[in-house]
Structure formats: structure tokens, C-alpha cells
């Protein structure tokens, strides 16, 4: 079983609409979630966190995580075309200096 | 606004000889890394850094790589006898705390081994 499962896409969402992102984890360790953004050709940027299970919001973005389930999505409201990327979902691991291990990634693409 | 710095934005080298990948990280950050990604592939766990010494290293972190902190900015990648397929992006990332989480990453150096 991998690490950290995405759906690698593209997922093609026209724009407005709510782009659905999700991840699936193996580690049941795992305490932080971490969403990040990555363009083509450039580093990857943080855009959300999430702790606990439930919601965290986030002006347009809603992270959702589930532990019992391994789960952890990400919804976009109102996609924009600069929401074009690729997200990555990472779990932290566990102590010093624990790393992220990342995803494949999604690739969203939001059309006009 | 803070930021890591890594050089050099791209290096071309022949297959065998040694790099070096530089970063300097965010000035108060404790917790150091190396990640790489292949072309198309997923970002991948190198080595973590802390205190000096490395914290966790993965498989692909083999003998043929080292990283230093030699002084109190710099923090280093070096491969010693580059293979062709080391040709990746290397990005460096640093984080203040192990319980921030946050990784703030470099804008990477991409190696190419000819």
C-alpha cells in the first residue's frame, strides 16, 4: 500500500465551480495533514493545514480530514484559473524533525 | 518576506563527477531538508537536519550523497558520482519548529547529468 494515495487526474472543473481533492494515507501515526499548491516548473507552497478531524476553512479553500478513515480532501469554492496546479496532500510523520512525505499529486485544471 | 535561497538554478554536469547544491535557509529555522523530484514524478524525501547532525535519511539518500552545514547559514547537498539518473529538480526546505510543520522550500536547482 503507498504511503499517501492521490488521484492523479487532471481533474477539469470549469471555473466557479468547487474543485474536490482527495488523499488517503497509510500511516495511522500521522497527526498533521498538510495541503500543498505546486505550479509547474516551480516549488511547492503550503496552502492549508489541518489538525484535527473535521472542517477548517480557509477563504476559499475547506480542508476536511478524517483519521478513522485515513482520509484528507481539500475543497476549492469558486475555482479561478490561477487555481490551475498540481495539490499535493502530505502527511507529517512522527518525531524529530519529522518529514512530509508527499503525494503524486492531483493536476487541477479549471477552464473558462 | 523570508525565503530560502538555493543555487545554482541549474547545473549540467557529466555522469561521475561530484556537485554540490547550496541553500540557505530561512534564518531562524531549526529543521533542514532535501527533497528531490524527478520530471513528472512525485516530490521525494532525501535527508532531514537537525542539531547538526541528519535526523532521517530515506533509501535514496545512499552513500554516494552527504549534506553539511559548514558554517551558519549554508546547508548543503553534495553527490559525490553523479549517475544519470540523479537529473531531478533538488529543492531545500526548512521549517522553524517540528511542530509548526510548515516546510518553507527553496525555488530548487535542477540537475542534469549528461
Known amino acids: 500500500q503507498k504511503e499517501v494515495e492521490q488521484n492523479s487526474g487532471p481533474l477539469s472543473v470549469p471555473e466557479g465551480a468547487i474543485a474536490s481533492l482527495n488523499c488517503t494515507y497509510s500511516d495511522r501515526g500521522s497527526q498533521s495533514f498538510f495541503w500543498y499548491r505546486q505550479y509547474s516548473g516551480k516549488s511547492p507552497e503550503l496552502i492549508m493545514f489541518?489538525?484535527?478531524?473535521g472542517d477548517k476553512e480557509d477563504g476559499r479553500f475547506t480542508a476536511q480530514l478524517n483519521k478513522a478513515s485515513q482520509y484528507v480532501s481539500l475543497l476549492i469554492r469558486d475555482s479561478q484559473p490561477s487555481d490551475s496546479a498540481t495539490y499535493l496532500c502530505?502527511?507529517?510523520?512522527?518525531?524529530?524533525?519529522?518529514?512530509?512525505?508527499f503525494g503524486t499529486g492531483t493536476r487541477l485544471q479549471v477552464t473558462l | 518576506e523570508p525565503e530560502v535561497t538555493q543555487t545554482p538554478s541549474h547545473q549540467v554536469t557529466q555522469m561521475g563527477q561530484e556537485v554540490i547544491l547550496r541553500c540557505v535557509p530561512i534564518?531562524?529555522?531549526?529543521?533542514f531538508y532535501w527533497y528531490r523530484q524527478i520530471l513528472g514524478q512525485k516530490v521525494e524525501f532525501l535527508v532531514s537536519?537537525?542539531?547538526?547532525?541528519?535526523?532521517?535519511k530515506s533509501e535514496i539518500f545512499d552513500d554516494q550523497f552527504s549534506v553539511e552545514r559548514p558554517d551558519g547559514s549554508n546547508f548543503t547537498l553534495k553527490i559525490r558520482s553523479t549517475k544519470l539518473e540523479d537529473s531531478a529538480m533538488y529543492f531545500c526546505a526548512s521549517t522553524e519548529g517540528v511542530n509548526t510543520g510548515e516546510l518553507f522550500f527553496g525555488e530548487g536547482s535542477r540537475l542534469t547529468v549528461l
Open positions: 502530505a502527511p507529517s510523520g512522527t518525531g524529530t524533525a519529522s518529514k512530509l512525505t
Open positions: 489541518i489538525y484535527s478531524n
Open positions: 537536519f537537525y542539531n547538526n547532525e541528519i535526523s532521517e
Open positions: 534564518s531562524n529555522h531549526l529543521y
